[in-house]
Every structure is written in C-alpha cells, then in structure tokens.
C-alpha cells in the first residue's frame, strides 16, 4: 500500500532474533538483559508508531511476497495496533520489574539465563497472535506463546510449579487440539483460513455448519481467555509462577483469546446467533469468578479470580454485537492488560516485604511500605472502577451499551456487572485492609525495596492513570476501531484488493494457486 | 477439481483415535494424559489431511496435469501441526519425568487450595479465619502430602531416599 509496510513484521521478527540471540549470549548474563530491553524498547516504538499510522487504514504484509489467500499474510489494523501498543509497553516493564528482582535475589539467578530467551519468544507469539491474517498463523501464534509459557510457568521446576504447570500444560493442550480440529473443519467447508477471504465465503456455505465452525472456534478460544464453565484452570495455575512470569501471563494470555474471539465474532461471523449464549456465559463468569475471588486468603489467588472474573466484562462487550460494546469491550482489554499486570507486580513486592502472600499472615505493611499501599490502591480502585479511574470509563461505556440494547438480558448483565464492580471493590479493599492495616503477625523479614522493581510497578500503574486521562482520544480510537470492525469491507479490501487475491508479486503461481482454491470453494458454496 | 468425499476408513480412524485419546486424558498420571494428548493430535492431524482433499498427484506446476494435483496447503499446515505437536509432547515428557523425580509419582493432582476451603466449608468455618489454624502447612507441603485416588492399588513405595 505504501512504504510504511515494512513495519508490521517488526514486532514478531525482532523479539525472535533476540531471542536467537539472548539464546547463544547464554553464558554472559550481562549481555542478555542489553538484547532483550532493546528488542522489547524496539517492539514498542514500532507498535507506537503503527498505532498511528493504521489510523489511515490497515497496513497489510503478504509474507514471501506470496499473495495472500495462498499465502500467509500480516494484517495491522486500529484494534491489533491498539494490542500490541498495550502488550509491549506492559513487557517492557515486566521485564525491568523481573530484571531487578533478578539482581536483587542472588539464589534465583540460576534459570534467568534461560528467562530471556523465553520470554522474548512469549512477546513475538503474543504479537503474531495479534496481527495474523490468517487462521492457521494465530494458531502457530498461540502455539509459539504457549510453548514459552509453558517453559516460564515451570521454571526452576520445584514441586508446586510442576504440579501447577501440568494442569496448565494439559488444559493448553487441549484447547490447542481443539483449535486445529476448528480449523481442519473451517478448511474443509470453505477450502481457505486466510480471514479476509474466510469473510467472503462463510456466508455463503450452510448456515449449521457455520455455527459448528463458530462454535468451535468460541469453545477454543474460552479455553485460553478462561470464559467461566472453562475457566478453573486458571486460578489454580497461575499463581505459583514467579510474580513477573505471573503479572505478564495475567495481563497478555487472557487477552490473546479475547482479541481472537472478538476478530473471529465481528469478521468471520457477523450477525450475532450466539450473543444470548455469550451473554450468560459472560454473566456467569463476572459473578463465580468474583465470589471466588471474595472467598480467597491468599492474595495472588485472589487476584487470579479477578481477573477471570473482569474476562466476562469484555464477554460482555463482544456479545453486544454493537458499535458500542465492541468500542467498551476494546477500552476495557486495553484498561485491563495494564491494571491488573501492576497488581500482580506490586502483590509481587508485597511478598517481597510481608514475605507471605496469605492476608491472614500480612500486615502492618501500611507503615513498612507507604509507596506499596498508595500503588496498591490506586491499581486496586482502577480495577474495581471507582470514577474517574478507567476502569470506571470502562465499565461505564459497557453499561451504557448494554442499557442501549434495552432487553431484558442485557439489562440483567447491566445489574450483574454493577454487582461484580462492588464486590470487586470488595474483595480489594478487604486485602488492602488486611496487608496494609492488620497489626502484624510477626517481624517482617526485609523491608528493602529495589527501586528497579518498584519503578515499572509504578510505571504500570501510571500506564493505567494515563489511560484515564487519555480516555477521550483512545475510546475515540477505539470507536473507530469498533467501527472498522462493523463495517468489515476495510479490513477485506485491505488484504484482498480485487476480492479475490492479496498485492503478493507471486503471480504466475499464485495465479494457478488460486484456480485450484476457487474449485474447491466452489464444491461447497 | 480435487475429489471431497472423506475416505470411510480414514474417518473411523479418526474417531477411534479421539475416543481413546479423550479416555486416556481422563486419567490420573501424566503419562497416560500424555498419551491422550498425542493420539489427540494425531487425530486432529489426520482430519486436516482429509479435510483437504483425497490424494492426488504431486502439486508440481508444469509437470503435471492441473485437475488431478493433490491440494499442497493443509498438507503443509499439518506439517507444522506436526512439529509443534513434538514439541508439546517433548515437554510434557519432561514434566512428567520431573514429577516423578520429586514425588515418585507423576499424578495430575486436584487443587489442594480448593480442597483446604471445600473441608472448611463442610464444617461450616468461615474460609478465612482470624489466627493461623491450619496455615502452619503451606500449600507445597499440602500438595506433597496429598494423595489422590488412582484406578487400583496402593501408592507407589517410597524408595531411593
């Protein structure tokens, strides 16, 4: 389309050389943090700098110069700029907080080596997930991230992280499985995975067979986004990891399946027949995982049921199928990746000064540790949606949407995400309470706090204030966005200009490629 | 213009492979769960091969005739499946050897957390109590004590200590 195309591999081709690189510099520690901060500081600028510059329209790459419905191709548009802006700054400072903890604890210095690689290979899966076109390369995306969490979730393979781990590893898997039976389906009925092309032809195959497709599609993503029936896994893995691999897993994972359920429901499969069924999914998931959350002592855990609890608010906003909750549903991921990764950074230093993550055996932190109570509870009301935090304008833009369609469902979802708010503001404040105010149990171990640490909590925290008072310029953003997604034809006629193959050079054999593809459509359309 | 109709064995093959694939990960120890998982795979991979298509011949332009070439995309798809599924299985494998390295079992184990306030909740306590009654045992120390049921006999004998 124009010069600025060779930008969007950036994200997924840099932080895999690095992580070549991180991967043979395994013997000079000191190296390996230089690569990794400017892989990820790199990823981020160019993520900025897509950001703006999709705002004109989507930018699209058909990789190899092969043309896109044969060949692979990366597609940028407002909603994958938005996510990856997000997801890298959040890595960024994942990676600073874990850096300092790393110089500050001696005895965990052992496995770092094998850390960096690691996690530059889960920010390059994370950002093909993001900015595929096409079925089958969101699927090696998740795969590409799944086998590096897999790797950051047992590091160091204690026992509690290698029972956690397996349970993690299984339920992947699993949904992996069903991911490539989906596609195997879609490819069948349709003889493409490529979306744009996908778009074009699902309408016109049986109207069951594509509601098998979407629903296996949905049932593989609620796995990896942890929607409620399927989302047990998640607070019982989570929380033994070290609390960096823990707040980046919190904040991204999640998020790639929602992403991938909102790029699957507004492209492929427009029209909305399961929004009744989402809608209760998402009803059910805010209030199990919020009384789960209410129920729990130990702080990470709690926090891991927020966070599958705040899933279904973005649930929420997908199963509206309007302009209006899509446009929430986007702010909300994009308000949720930074707050409730600071959360999970500051529990992390919580632990650090309390020594214990049980509420029952913290306290009198509050004196300790002034700068972890503010930052606490400053993440801590973001999330719960106290105005003018932006959570607040979250949660607001998805009420104001579900009032809008004025059904009897979705003002029942209005009333349960009202109730979820309180008792998210509930249990925080009860943990606050406890870590920050109970008379101590016992003399707190350390009260040193790395200021390498603190500041990317910070910063964090910060990313997510900034979202408040940018509110107005990104929900604008984010509107457009939405309204992209609505529209479809953009995102269509961006990878497939003539409606039929993608600005590949490959002609001669794209060409033939593409005869053979027609007639297999045409079996069945 | 490739032929669509699924060959009958190759589907029943399919679904003898997902039959035994989700029996196997009903189970207690990681080692069947990791067999499961494999003939998942490999059922989900053979459906992608029959989801393109029945055979044809090699997808070479210019050496052969163009309605009768075997289609080249899920071909290539089911490859990387492949790969990736290795993978997955190699680390499994690790994990599972891991498991029995620390316990002398490789049992997939249920939330001991989970447990800890299911037993309150059956004795009617309020989940979070004042003092520290039963955090004198942390959650590594529950989760290594604790047993699961497996299908018969008792647990593995403790040796090599």
């Keep these: 389309m124009n010069d600025w195309s060779w930008i969007v591999p950036l994200p997924v081709m840099i932080p895999l050389f690095a992580a070549g690189l991180a991967l043979a510099l395994f013997r000079r520690p000191r190296l390996q943090p230089i690569v990794s901060v400017t892989a990820l500081s790199l990823v981020l600028v160019a993520s900025l700098a897509l950001l703006v510059i999709v705002d004109d329209g989507p ?14 191709d990366l597609v940028a548009d407002r909603l994958s700029a938005l996510m990856l802006t997000i997801s890298s700054a959040v890595t960024l400072c994942v990676l600073l907080y874990s850096l300092a903890q790393g110089r500050d604890d001696e005895e965990e210095s052992a496995p770092i080596s094998i850390y960096h690689p690691t996690f530059l290979v889960l920010t390059a899966g994370v950002c093909n997930a993001f900015l595929s076109g096409d079925l089958f390369n969101i699927y090696v995306g998740f795969e590409i991230l799944l086998a590096a969490s897999f790797v950051l979730i047992t590091l160091g393979g204690t026992g509690e ?16 499985v069903l991911f490539l039976v989906a596609i195997a389906l879609v490819y069948a009925a349709t003889g493409t995975v490529n979306l744009a092309q996908l778009a074009i032809r699902l309408p016109e195959i049986d109207p069951g067979v594509r509601l098998l497709l979407q629903v296996l599609l949905l049932l593989a993503f609620a796995i990896k986004a942890a929607i409620f029936p399927l989302s047990a896994w998640l607070p019982d893995s989570y929380p033994t990891a070290p609390a960096p691999v823990t707040a980046v897993f919190a904040g991204l994972l999640t998020k790639v399946g929602i992403y991938a359920m909102i ?29 789960g959350a209410v129920a729990q002592d130990d702080i990470k855990r709690l926090l891991s049921f927020t966070l599958v609890s705040h899933i279904g608010y973005m649930v929420f906003g997908i199963a509206l199928s309007t302009d209006a909750g899509w446009t929430a549903a986007i ?7 930074t707050v409730q990764t600071a959360l999970f950074l500051v529990v992390g230093l919580i632990e650090r000064v309390g020594g214990s993550t049980s509420l029952t055996r913290l306290g009198g932190l509050a004196r300790l540790a002034p700068v972890l109570a503010v930052l606490f509870f400053v993440a801590a009301m ?7 935090l932006s959570g607040f304008l979250g949660k607001l833009g998805l009420l104001e949407a579900g009032v809008h369609e004025a059904t009897p469902l979705s003002y029942t979802l209005v009333v349960g995400g009202v109730v979820t708010s309180l008792l998210t503001l509930y249990a925080l404040t009860k943990a606050w309470n406890k870590a920050f105010w109970q008379p101590p149990e016992a003399e707190p171990r350390s009260t040193h706090l790395p200021l390498g640490m603190v500041g990317p909590a910070a910063a964090l925290v910060g990313v997510g204030l900034v979202l408040t008072f940018a509110g107005g310029p990104l929900y604008a953003y984010t509107d457009r966005a939405a309204h ?19 600005t590949g ?12 593809e027609i007639d297999l459509g045409g079996g069945h359309g | 213009m490739i032929d669509m109709t699924p060959n009958l064995v190759l589907v029943i093959t399919i679904g003898v492979l997902f039959t035994a694939g989700v029996y196997l990960l009903l189970e207690r120890s990681l080692s069947r769960v990791l067999i499961g998982i494999i003939l998942l795979g490999n059922g989900a991979n053979l459906l992608f091969l029959v989801a393109g298509g029945a055979a044809g011949r090699p997808p070479i332009v210019g050496l052969e005739p163009e309605g009768q070439m075997a289609d080249p995309l899920p071909q290539a798809m089911v490859l990387t499946a492949i790969v990736i599924t290795l993978g997955m299985t190699a680390f499994l494998l690790a994990m599972a050897y891991r498991s029995w390295q620390l316990h002398r079992h490789d049992e997939v184990q249920d939330d001991v957390e989970d447990r800890r306030i299911a037993r309150r909740a059956a004795r009617d306590e309020p989940t ?34």
């Design chain 1, 161 to 176: 992280r290698i029972r956690a781990g397996s349970i993690y590893v299984v339920v992947a898997l699993l949904s992996s």
């Design chain 2, 128 to 161: 979070v109590l004042g003092d520290d009654s039963e955090s004198a045992e942390t959650l590594d120390e529950a989760a290594a004590a604790a047993r699961d049921e497996t299908d018969h006999g008792a647990p593995a004998p403790e040796r090599g200590r």
């Design chain 1, 382 to 388: 973001n999330l719960a949606g106290i105005p003018p």
């Design chain 1, 505 to 516: 050079d490959s002609a001669d054999i794209a060409d033939r490629g593409n005869e053979v």
């Design chain 1, 484 to 502: 992209a997604l609505t529209e479809r034809t953009p995102y269509i006629d961006a990878v497939l200009p003539d409606g039929e193959r993608g």
């Design chain 1, 263 to 291: 790029r699957t429901q507004t492209l492929l499969f427009p029209g909305g027949q399961l929004d009744d069924i989402l809608m209760w999914l998402a009803l059910a998931t805010m209030v199990v995982g919020i009384l």
């Design chain 1, 331 to 337: 702010y909300y991921v994009a308000h949720h990746i």
């Design chain 1, 59 to 72: 930018l699209v790459v058909d990789v190899g110069d092969w043309a896109a419905p044969v060949g692979i």
